[in-house]
């Protein structure tokens, strides 16, 4: 294997910490980026396709910015797909113009035109990303976003020497649409991915890989801190590196309270920031990561690896591999996700709302419905409360902002229409989803400033499965989650309204519930969604309309002069 990637890991550190030299004023900067949408041919496993990009990079390029900065991205679609980039975790307030769901916030930019997005970075900091948030285009367009500090703010743990962006990804030997299209057109789940990568790339355990393997090389004695994506379109993954602890420090662009693990498990669309420390033997180790999956459900179950390589370490040195929990590890997953606590100090608090003003309860089902053309006769599809969302052809902040009549109604029920023993004996029948009989785009409006618990209980209804979803203009916290039906009565009893993790995407466990609580002091329009892109498109979706506030400073900005049509 090349040393190629250890260099790249040399520039890449000069150049963030030569852009971070730049900063010497606490004034915010405006920062500029273009994203040009283009198509390049890449080869992975001994096979070459083109892919969509930006700037030709896969992943994409990094956004450098520091707390308080304005960030203008100019995107110019240059590729055959309609486009749209979703700012993942960025809370965009008062601003759903530039958060970047197709059809929930702004209509696609359609080939050979542009949009700006522009949108400040207030009060976050941490590390998020970006992505495609139109068809499965994500597998391929997709970064970081790096969020520094305000100028002379430490961070709340010890500093690192240097730190890497470790972006986990699935890789599809055939054309991503094509595999997502065959599998509607079927009424079947598509073609699994071929391979998981580290940075783009598979790793050396993979055929014509060797090449295609991400070297970081590291001191001994020096402590990296990693900022890890899981872009993944399907897969939650593990995460672990040979002989070296890891300290968990940040989820979500939130700190949390430090604790040391020798894995991580991490959803699509989580961000998780660890420290290492580089104290063992010097030597080559393998960083490596596969899927958690604790239900007899097919998942591409092979192990991408990357390198952790001390300096002066020849490349013939043969890489050890690390002990990754067992493919369906449950109590490992329910332990890990219990360690994640707010870091809640004076500078950093966690401010759980204490009194609920709306209580919903949303109940996710798989179910199939009719479709004569399918190879089985049934297309599966996914709901909330019995509703499979419709998308609109019309972006919904477009027709909430201008009260354009007849795009969706507000009547999303707070709770499922029949309940019933959501975790019982699987049930597989017909599950006459809404929009099995009415093409309606149903959405929840949500009053200014409420505070807002929401619980999410899995159901049996084909399957229990795990489900990370993503709440986008907003954080979080995560008050408590549990294993079976959710009990009004007896589980908020035991929520933590102390430390809670706060964050943007969670997990519902198998066969389990999850309550989150957030106050609702974003307005306008904010998608809710699977983040298993399989599932989102299935229908496993929804959005809230929250409503302006009385004050100027509460209201939907107007849109911008750029903002596609549809």
Known sequence: MSIRGKDVFSRITLLLFGFLACFTSSEAAIKKYQFNIQVKNVSRLCHAKPIVTVNGMYPGPTIYVREGDRVLVNVTNHAQYNMSIHWHGLKQYRNGWADGPAYI???????????????????????????????????????????????????????????????????????????????????????????????????????????????MEVELGKTYLLRIINAALNDELFLAIAGHSMTVVEVDAVYTKPFTTESILIAPGQTTN????????????????????????????????????????????????????????????????????????????????????????????????????????????????????????????????????GVFTTD??????????????????????????????????????????????????????????????????????????????????NYNLVDPMERNTVGVPTGGWTAIRFRADNPGVWFMHCHLELHTGWGLKTAFVVEDGPGADQTVLPPPSDLPPC
């Open 105 to 215: 916030t702004q209509c696609p930019i359609q080939t050979g035109n542009s949009y700006t997005y522009d949108f400040n970075v207030t009060e976050q900091r941490g590390t998020l990303w970006w992505h495609a948030h139109i068809l499965w285009l994500r597998a391929t367009v997709h970064g970081a976003i790096v969020i520094m500090p305000k100028q002379g703010t430490l961070f709340p743990f010890p500093q690192p020497y240097r730190e890497q962006t470790i972006l986990l990804g699935e890789w599809w030997n055939s054309d991503v649409e094509a595999v997502e299209k065959q599998g509607q057109q079927l009424g079947l789940p598509p073609n699994m991915s071929d391979a998981h990568t580290i940075n783009g790339k598979p790793g050396p355990l993979f055929p014509c890989s060797e090449k295609h393997t991400f070297a």
């Open 274 to 405: 660890v420290l290492v420390q580089a104290n063992r033997v010097p030597g080559r180790y393998f960083m490596a990561t596969r899927p958690f999956m604790d239900v007899p459900i097919p998942v591409d179950n092979k192990t991408a690896t990357a390198i952790l390589q001390y300096k002066g370490i020849p490349n013939t040195v043969m890489p050890a591999l690390p002990q990754l929990p067992a493919p369906n590890d449950t109590a490992f997953a329910l332990s890990y996700n219990q360690k994640l606590r707010s870091l809640n100090s004076p500078q950093f608090p966690a401010n759980v709302p204490l009194k609920v003003d709306r209580n919903l309860f949303y109940t996710i089902g798989l179910g199939k419905n009719s479709c004569p053309t399918c190879i089985n006769g049934t297309r599966l599809l996914a709901s909330l409360n019995n509703i499979s969302f419709v998308m609109p052809q019309v972006g919904l902040l477009q027709a909430h902002y201008f009260d354009t009549k």
């Open 412 to 493: 999303f029920p707070d709770q499922p229409p029949t309940p019933f023993n959501y975790t019982g004996a699987p049930l597989t029948a017909n599950l006459r989803t809404s929009n099995s009989t009415s093409r309606v785009t149903r959405v929840s409006k949500i009053a200014f400033n409420s505070t807002v618990e929401l619980v999410l209980q899995d159901t049996n209804l084909l399957t229990v499965e795990s489900h990370p979803f993503h709440l986008h203009g907003y954080n979080f916290f995560v008050v408590g989650t549990g294993i079976g039906n959710f009990d009004p009565a007896k589980d908020p009893t």
